[in-house]
């Protein structure tokens, strides 16, 4: 099977208790719980019985050590993962607000994370990867970015292929270098997969199927849209495939992104039809909404089977 490689942060997300609670006052806060969007997709993908590894770095404590173990319990290539003594491991507060948007305050750049670099470690799992997932999130320094570009580099140089989630907040589009960043990765992508707002950070195109067809004339050999309990949209160059979101009751938002991209990739490099490799993504990401925490809503490979099987043998609401 094709090995998945991704470069990124690793960092622990804690969240407010309660929706619309400020970060800035004292509060209840729930957590630390593994996370970092490639960190989320790497899981999702190894869950799913992909071999996959992640490139990035945590502090030599207990949040470092939470993830790097998750990681393994859970089948995933750890063997890229950093530890360093000097620095303490990336973090992630979150708070929700009443209209469904996320307020962050995070500390990636100054925390292990930033300290990402292409070791002998990576070295050897990018030797043995077949496909690059990037995280756009994880362009979060020049370092950072030209870990991705050379990572991008030796897997394309063997005929391996790249996805690319912009997965890109609010709190991060304006950082010196983002946006170039951001459309280098776009230059190199086969599989695109933004949320909403983000098929537009490329292009001036009005409406959705105009900027779509930009991104395929530009190479892009698949564009998938997500669309949150809507589901998602699958274009190439000859068909559309759309897909409704799996009724279920959404406890956690973060992370639906990044699993659906996860099982969408994974089934792609298995060399699946669109139609059930947008069915295991949307099962993924909703399976993700339901429980608090990014990655605690990762399913197995079995697990994501059975909700498929039960919810085809239910009526449509
Ligand atoms: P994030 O960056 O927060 O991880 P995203 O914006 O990249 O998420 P979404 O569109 O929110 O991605 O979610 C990805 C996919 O997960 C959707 O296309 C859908 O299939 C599934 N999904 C997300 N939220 C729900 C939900 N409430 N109910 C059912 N499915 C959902
Ligand atoms: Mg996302």
């Not at 998945?4 to 622990?12: D, K, R, T």
Request: proline share 4%; net charge negative.
């Amino acid at each position: 099977m094709k090995k998945l490689v991704s470069a990124g942060e690793i960092v622990v997300e804690i969240m407010a208790d309660r929706v619309d609670q400020s970060l800035a006052e004292p509060g209840l806060l729930h957590g630390p719980f593994p996370s970092g969007a490639p960190a989320i997709f790497i899981a999702q993908a190894a869950r799913l019985g992909q071999p996959a590894g992640l490139i990035s770095a945590v502090g030599d404590d207990d949040f470092g050590h939470l993830n790097i173990d998750r990681l393994r319990d859970w089948g995933a290539d750890v063997s890229a993962i950093a530890v360093h003594k000097e620095q303490a491991t990336g973090t992630a507060f979150v708070s929700y607000r009443a209209d469904g948007s996320r307020h962050f305050v995070f500390n990636i750049k100054n925390s292990a994370a930033g300290s990402i670099e292409i070791d002998e470690g990576a070295v050897a799992l990018l030797a043995g990867a077949d496909h690059f997932h990037v995280m756009g999130s994880s362009l979060f320094s020049e370092r950072a970015t030209s870990v991705i570009l050379a990572g991008i580099e030796m897997v394309k140089r063997k005929g391996g292929t790249v996805s690319f989630d912009p997965n890109i907040r609010k709190e991060m589009i304006e950082l010196p270098g983002m946006r170039e960043a951001l459309t280098k990765v776009l230059m190199l992508t086969d599989i695109f997969l933004p949320s909403g707002e983000e098929l537009f950070i490329f292009t001036d195109a009005a409406d959705e199927a105009s900027a779509v067809t930009e991104m395929l004339a530009r190479g892009i050999s698949a564009v998938i849209v997500k669309k949150g309990s809507a589901g998602a949209v699958y274009y190439d160059r000859h068909r559309q495939v759309t897909a409704q979101g799996f009724p279920v009751t959404e406890v956690d938002p973060t992370g639906a992104g990044d699993c659906f991209g996860a099982g969408f990739v994974s089934f792609w490099l298995r060399g699946a039809h669109p139609e059930d490799a947008l069915r295991i993504a949307c099962a993924c990401g909703a399976l993700a909404v339901t429980r608090k925490g990014p990655m605690e809503g990762i399913a197995t490979l079995a697990e994501v089977q059975a909700f498929l099987d039960d919810a085809i043998g239910r009526p449509s609401p």
